[in-house]
């Protein structure tokens, strides 16, 4: 088994939930950053290089552009991953076998070799990737409130209590998703990994949430889909072929992403969630 799915991450625990009639902020008992985002994948997209500490930042809830702007204030909340004791070792080491691969990509043009430790870092990178933003983590809060609040209406209403006046909510709501991507990835490791090498005049641009699904028009199912540097770009499918895919002027129709105006959004832009 590669090393890549020796990592405990399935071991994380689930956050208990709690009701609050107020906004309820992280607690954390260790006071640190916990990036959600991995500052070496942002680096890549820095005017500097891969080397680079500064990204160019789109702050859509501001309407506002800046030309620079230090990446490690980017994608953290204090405390995130306090929850569970040794989460944030256990991401850095996932992260250390994916940036060798991601450069290694870039390098060579091609994906790595099916079931190799950097085509197995990959996909493991990609699936827990798209679970552990605050993204995520809003979005299990969203589905746990509406959940309770449907299954205990009845009860409510009896004992005479306005569920609206109520959000349910966990302390930790990135432990739900991050929790069922870590249980997940082995499968994910079974995923085809494509490379999209991006030829046109646009360059690819990421987002505080980088992962997406999307459907391409010459694929049935949606895939994952996560630009790794302006020209370059990974896709995770269940096809059995590593094909590199080259993005020309010819072929952007053939695979032209068709998200949602939503994801689109959250695709095709990088927005500071701590401003």
């Not at 930042?57 to 909340?77: E, M, P, V, W």
């Not at 040794?86 to 940036?99: D, N, Q």
């Not at 870039?106 to 552990?132: K, M, W, Y």
Request: glycine residues 6%; proline residues 7%; charged residues 20%.
């Amino acid at each position: 088994m590669q090393r890549a799915a020796q990592l405990h991450l399935a071991s994380s625990c689930h956050a208990g939930f709690f009701c609050s009639s107020q906004e309820t902020r992280y607690r954390s008992m260790t006071a640190r950053n916990h990036h959600y985002v991995p500052q070496f994948y942002f680096r890549n997209f820095s005017p500097g290089g891969p080397e680079g500490g500064d990204v160019r930042l789109i702050n859509l809830a501001r309407r506002k552009y800046i030309a620079t702007t230090s990446i490690k204030g980017q994608c953290y909340r204090v405390g995130f991953h306090d929850y569970k004791p040794g989460l944030e070792s256990a991401l850095g080491k996932l992260e250390a076998l994916a940036a060798p691969a991601i450069r290694g990509i870039i390098s060579s043009g091609v994906p790595p070799e099916p079931r190799s430790q950097d085509h197995q870092a990959l996909a493991a990178f990609t699936a827990i990737q798209r679970s552990r933003t605050h993204t995520a983590a809003v979005t299990s809060d969203k589905m746990a409130d509406r959940m309770f609040k449907i299954a205990y209406e009845d009860e409510a209403k009896r004992r005479g209590i306005d569920v609206s006046n109520y959000e349910i909510k966990s302390p930790f709501p990135v432990a739900l998703p991050l929790g069922v991507a870590a249980k997940c990835s082995p499968l994910a490791m079974r995923l085809g990994v494509h490379v999209f090498v991006n030829e046109t005049s646009e360059e690819f641009i990421t987002s505080d949430n980088p992962v997406v699904a999307m459907r391409f028009r010459s694929w049935s199912r949606a895939r994952t889909f996560t630009s790794v540097m302006p020209r370059w770009a990974v896709g995770c499918s269940p096809r059995s072929s590593n094909s590199p895919v080259n993005v020309e002027s010819s072929a952007t129709l053939r695979f032209s992403p068709k998200p949602s105006p939503k994801a689109m959004g959250r695709a095709n832009s990088f927005t500071n969630t701590n401003a």
